[in-house]
């Protein structure tokens, strides 16, 4: 039989003002919260870039991905896509107001290099940076021996 469809007309809220719930809910997050240092954590894969700012603690207090600001398909993976999203967390989390951050990258995707300019240039001060990327110390078990 299979399930069936729902249509909704009108009763559900429209994506804008979803939206618009989302800022004030981060806002609201955000208001509170008071620090000077803080850690930013950058996953850059072939697909997509994502970005999460923690406290100290590794409280995360926001996080945002290049598929979140509205880009889609290769564009996700682009350097620029990144910078962008890196500026937009930057804008987010104004309020918390870090002084010093640690940066830690993961992931050999295109957008971490241009994640790390765009926190140095209009974010706070890059204290270090570290790369966590996870190598595998000895890998899978080789194939066998071909017979001939």
């Known amino acids: 039989m299979g399930k069936k469809r729902v249509a909704y007309k009108g009763s559900r809220a429209s994506s804008a003002s979803q939206e618009q719930l989302y800022q004030d809910f981060t806002q609201k997050h955000l ?13 850059s894969t072939y697909n997509n870039t994502i970005i ?11 996080r945002l991905s290049a598929g979140a600001l509205g880009f889609r398909g290769p564009k996700r993976a682009t350097p620029f896509a990144a910078s962008q999203v890196t500026k937009a967390l930057i804008e987010k989390i104004a309020s918390v107001g870090f002084k010093e951050v640690e940066v830690y990258v993961k992931g050999i ?3 971490r290099e241009a994640a790390i300019r765009s926190i140095a240039n209009g974010g706070p001060n890059v204290v270090f ?3 966590i ?16």
Not at 31 to 43: T, V
Not at 52 to 62: F, K, R, Y
């Open 31 to 43: 208001a509170g919260k008071k620090s000077e240092k803080g850690r930013f954590y950058i996953q």
């Open 52 to 62: 999460s700012v923690t406290d100290q603690h590794g409280n995360v207090l926001a």
């Open 109 to 111: 995707g295109a957008g």
């Open 129 to 131: 940076i570290k790369d």
């Open 133 to 148: 990327t996870p190598v595998p110390h000895n890998g899978p078990r080789p194939r066998r021996p071909r017979r001939v």
